[in-house]
Structure formats: structure tokens, C-alpha cells
């Protein structure tokens, strides 16, 4: 079992930057990937990015490539999100997971564990 909690959401303007934090607790965390998918009102949960266990690699959705970063630092069980030039269509809850595959996967049903995420709201 993985218990995941997210934190940093908030209101910002446009053009504005945020840091999201995702600690995790329970198995083995550093082993595997971990994603960040968010939610807007009236849509499905869609991808925003993943990083594998090491580290080396990511992956990020099409609409936040070169604006939002993930990173993750294994010694404290934690998962990061920067976001910068941030966009009113950015708003959305954003919710971490665990995948329990050396893989990433932009699908949700691809992972096993679910925070219970963080509004991010940008005021245009």
C-alpha cells in the first residue's frame, strides 16, 4: 500500500508559477513511477507528466512541455511539479499516483495509487 499527499495548489495569476509537492509513504516509493494527471470541471482526468524511479526520464503532455517540470527526490519520498507561465486552461485539481511498473503510462487506469489532489486556479 502507497498513501500519497498532495500539497501546493492555490490561486495565481496568469503568466504565474506554482510548485505542487506529492509526498508518499508506505512500500517501496523509490521504485517506481510516478505520475501527475489533473482534473478541470466537466472533464475526464488527463496526463500532465511522469518521471521514472530514477529520475532519468519524463514524459510530459503536449499542452505543459517546456512550461512544467517533474522531478522527484527518492530520499524524501517525494514528487515535484513546477509550473511556470502558468494559463487560465491550466486550472484544474491536480492529483499524483503511483504506478507500481518500471514504465510510465499517460493512462490513469495504468496506476495503482491516487492522493486526493490540490486545486490549482489561474485568474486570467
Known amino acids: 500500500q502507497v498513501q500519497l499527499v498532495e500539497s501546493g495548489g492555490g490561486l495565481v495569476q496568469a503568466g504565474g508559477s506554482l510548485r505542487l509537492s506529492c509526498a508518499a509513504s508506505g512500500r517501496t516509493y523509490s521504485s517506481y513511477v510516478m505520475g501527475w494527471f489533473r482534473q478541470a470541471p466537466g472533464k475526464e482526468r488527463e496526463f500532465v507528466a511522469h518521471?521514472?524511479?530514477?529520475?532519468?526520464?519524463?514524459r510530459y503532455a503536449d499542452s505543459v512541455k517546456g512550461r512544467f517540470t517533474i522531478s522527484r527526490d527518492n530520499a524524501k519520498s517525494t514528487v515535484y511539479l513546477r509550473m511556470n507561465s502558468l494559463k487560465p486552461e491550466d486550472t484544474a485539481v491536480y492529483y499524483c499516483?503511483?504506478?507500481?511498473?518500471?514504465?510510465?503510462?499517460?493512462?490513469?487506469?495504468?496506476?495503482?495509487?491516487w492522493g486526493q489532489g490540490t486545486q490549482v486556479t489561474v485568474s486570467s
Open positions: 499516483a503511483v504506478r507500481t511498473y518500471y514504465s510510465g503510462s499517460i493512462y490513469p487506469n495504468d496506476y495503482n495509487y
Open positions: 518521471i521514472t524511479y530514477s529520475g532519468a526520464r519524463q
